[in-house]
């Protein structure tokens, strides 16, 4: 859609101003306080509609990516008393756009950051459409227990009641919170916090979109007051094996969808077209029809690695269920869903195509 993006105006203007003008308060009062008490976050901006701009406040549609990270960070109010902030951009895209190379740029520069001694956290403000994947990849090659809370939005930054100032806000407030440290990647919107691994999209528009659908949320933040609930016990950040720093691509691996009268079709091109591995988002628990079943165990032999998870929202794929995972040469996911099924199994190929190893992974990831 091409829009001719407008100067914030109206709603927009008003509060971006507001914003603008208590962020300078804020930051002056809490520099004359003696504001180097005060933990210094780095804001990696991406894009996304919390980046959105429409015509008019009010406007169907918008172009995501439209304002940059000082825009983002001066619309927030109050947001100098909870931390320092500086800011950079590392993209600006729509994240259904996210690709292999921004996210190796992303996680080389998260971890340089990370690594610098002038940063405390980090907060990165990314698209809501593929959050899930990015969080959970950076989760795993992220060498540092510095916090790292990602945000996004689902409505543009121009909009009426704009959820992007908020977020912001409170995802700061987990950053700099006493218990963030060594959580890997934390996903905060709408007054929740989820981490990378259990956290989906499940609502095409509304705010309240991010759920961990089998755990619960990590907690709750309300107006920057930060609760935790339960650790997470997987594997990740410093503990993980995977690392960025010698890869300049990623192996193709691609989730093929199943479905009523599946044809083994689309696997096939896949093995034919490059794929080093293959996640089957399969009907109940990780199922497809005989023909596809064929076709992937085909790949399977020919040294194609094929991640069986599912196209339901809940739930667990199990081993050797209704398919016999140990015959057929097969992964089983568990509890990660086909977009994070394939994020780990491009950081597994980068290590092994051991099928044995690879479903050991999907046990400690
Ligand atoms: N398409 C947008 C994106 O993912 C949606 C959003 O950010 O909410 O960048």
Redesign the pocket.
Request: proline letters at 0%.
């Given at each position: 859609m091409s829009l001719a993006v407008a100067t914030p105006r109206t709603t927009q203007l008003a509060a971006l101003t507001l914003g603008l003008l208590a962020g300078l308060a804020t930051t002056s009062a809490a520099v004359a306080q003696g504001a180097t008490a005060l933990p210094r976050v780095r804001v990696l901006a991406t894009?996304?509609?919390?980046a959105?701009a429409q015509a008019s406040s009010t406007d169907y549609g918008y172009k995501?990516?439209a304002y940059d990270v000082n825009t983002l960070i001066n619309a927030v109010p109050n947001l100098g008393k909870l931390a320092q902030i500086s800011g950079e951009q590392v993209a600006n895209?729509?994240?259904?756009d996210m690709n292999d190379e921004v996210w190796l740029k992303l996680a080389k520069r998260l971890n340089a950051v990370l690594a610098s001694g002038d940063t405390d956290a980090v907060l990165i403000t990314h698209?809501?459409?593929?959050?899930e994947e990015t969080s959970y990849f950076l989760s795993l090659v992220t060498k540092s227990d510095k916090p790292v809370v990602m945000v996004?939005?689902?409505r543009p930054a121009t909009a009426t009641s704009a959820d992007g100032p908020a977020n912001i806000y409170n995802g700061v407030a987990v950053a700099v919170s006493p218990r963030a440290k060594g959580r890997g990647t934390i996903v905060a919107l709408n007054d929740e916090f989820h981490y990378a691994r259990n956290v989906v999209k499940t609502d095409t528009t509304s705010v309240q979109t991010f759920k961990s659908l089998n755990r619960g949320p990590a907690g709750v933040v309300h107006t920057g007051k930060v609760e935790w609930f339960q650790p997470m016990d997987r594997k990740l950040g410093p503990k993980s094996e995977f690392s960025v720093d010698k890869l300049d691509k990623l192996p193709r691996v691609d989730i093929i969808y199943a479905h009523a009268n599946m044809s083994p079709d689309l696997i096939d091109a896949a093995v034919r077209n490059g794929a080093k591995g293959i996640v089957i988002a399969g009907v109940g628990d990780g199922n497809m029809t005989t023909p596809a079943l064929e076709a992937a165990k085909k790949a399977a032999r020919a040294g194609v690695v094929v991640v069986r998870s599912t196209r339901l929202p809940m739930g667990l794929t199990l081993r050797n269920n209704e398919v016999n995972d140990d015959e057929l040469g097969f992964v089983a996911s568990g509890e990660l869903n086909p977009p994070k099924s394939r994020v780990l199994l491009q950081l597994a190929l980068t290590k092994t195509t051991d099928v044995k190893r690879i479903q050991a992974m999907f046990y400690e990831y």
């Open positions: 894009g996304g509609t919390i959105g995501s990516g895209i729509g994240s259904q698209g809501t459409d593929t959050l996004g939005s689902m």
